[in-house]
Antibody, heavy 118, light 110 residues
Framework: QVHLQEAGPGLVKPSETLSLTCLVSGGSIKNFFWNWIRQSPGKGLEWIGYIYSSGAAQYNPSLRSRVTMLVDTSKNQVSLRLTSVTAADTAMYYC????????????WGQGTLVTVSS | QSALTQPRSVSGPPGQSVTMSCIGTSDNVGGYNYVSWYQQHPGRVPRLLIYDVNKRPSGVPDRFSGSKSGNTASLTISGLQPEDEADYYCCSFAGSYISVFGGGTKVTVL
C-alpha cells in the first residue's frame, strides 16, 4: 500500500520561505506525478502543481513565480518550496499522486498544516 | 475564485436524490473526459468518488454517479444517507496534467 507523508515546519514567518517534503513509501516514486494541493482553513482545494519523477514540473499560474518543486528519487521523496509567504498561504498542504494517463489523485497524504504568522 | 464553479450547498432528506453541478470551460471540463469528484468529511483527507467523468473506484457505493454535458459536469447522490453529509469537490484535467478544482459543495442531509 502506497503511503505519503508530508513533513515540515508548522509555523513560518511572513516573507520567509515555506519548505515541505513528501516521503513516499510502499511504492516507487518513478513514473508518477507528485502533486501538491492546499486547503486554506474553511476553504476549498487549490492545486499548487506537480513534479514528475523525471523532474519535469508544472505549477498553478497564480503561484508560479513563488513555487519550486523538486524530486529526490534516491530518498523517494518530493519537496515543495514557496517563497515570500503571507497569511494567505496559511493552509493544510497535501501531497497526492497520479499516474501517467491517469487524471485523478489516487493516493493522498494526511496533510500538514502550515501557519504563516510572525 | 476557483476555476470551476460549484453551488455552495445542496441539501435533502435521507433517501432523496441530489445533484450538484461543476461548471467549467472548453479548456477544462468541456475539453476532456477527465473530471473527478472528491468527498471530504470535516478534518479528513479528500476521498476519490468518481474519475473519468463517470467511473467509480472499488468501494464507492453505486448511489454516487457522475455525468457530463458540454462544459458542465454533475455528481448525483441517489438516495442520500446521513454519512453523505460532507463537502464535495470536482476537479478537471486542463491539459499538460494541470488540474483545476471547483470551490466545493456542502451537502447537508436534513
Amino acid at each position: 500500500q502506497v503511503h505519503l507523508q508530508e513533513a515540515g515546519p508548522g509555523l513560518v514567518k511572513p516573507s520567509e520561505t515555506l519548505s515541505l517534503t513528501c516521503l513516499v513509501s510502499g511504492g516507487s516514486i518513478k513514473n508518477f506525478f507528485w502533486n501538491w494541493i492546499r486547503q486554506s482553513p474553511g476553504k476549498g482545494l487549490e492545486w499548487i502543481g506537480y513534479i514528475y519523477s523525471s523532474g519535469a514540473a508544472q505549477y498553478n499560474p497564480s503561484l508560479r513565480s513563488r513555487v519550486t518543486m523538486l524530486v529526490d528519487t534516491s530518498k523517494n521523496q518530493v519537496s515543495l518550496r514557496l517563497t515570500s509567504v503571507t497569511a494567505a498561504d496559511t493552509a493544510m498542504y497535501y501531497c497526492a499522486r497520479h499516474g501517467s494517463r491517469i487524471y485523478y489523485f489516487d493516493y493522498w497524504g494526511q496533510g500538514t498544516l502550515v501557519t504563516v504568522s510572525s | 475564485q476557483s476555476a470551476l464553479t460549484q453551488p455552495r450547498s445542496v441539501s435533502g432528506p435521507p433517501g432523496q436524490s441530489v445533484t450538484m453541478s461543476c461548471i467549467g470551460t472548453s479548456d477544462n471540463v468541456g475539453g476532456y473526459n477527465y473530471v473527478s469528484w472528491y468527498q471530504q468529511h470535516p478534518g479528513r483527507v479528500p476521498r476519490l468518488l468518481i474519475y473519468d467523468v463517470n467511473k467509480r473506484p472499488s468501494g464507492v457505493p453505486d448511489r454516487f454517479s457522475g455525468s457530463k454535458s458540454g462544459n458542465t459536469a454533475s455528481l448525483t447522490i441517489s438516495g442520500l444517507q446521513p454519512e453523505d453529509e460532507a463537502d464535495y469537490y470536482c476537479c478537471s484535467f486542463a491539459g499538460s496534467y494541470i488540474s483545476v478544482f471547483g470551490g466545493g459543495t456542502k451537502v447537508t442531509v436534513l
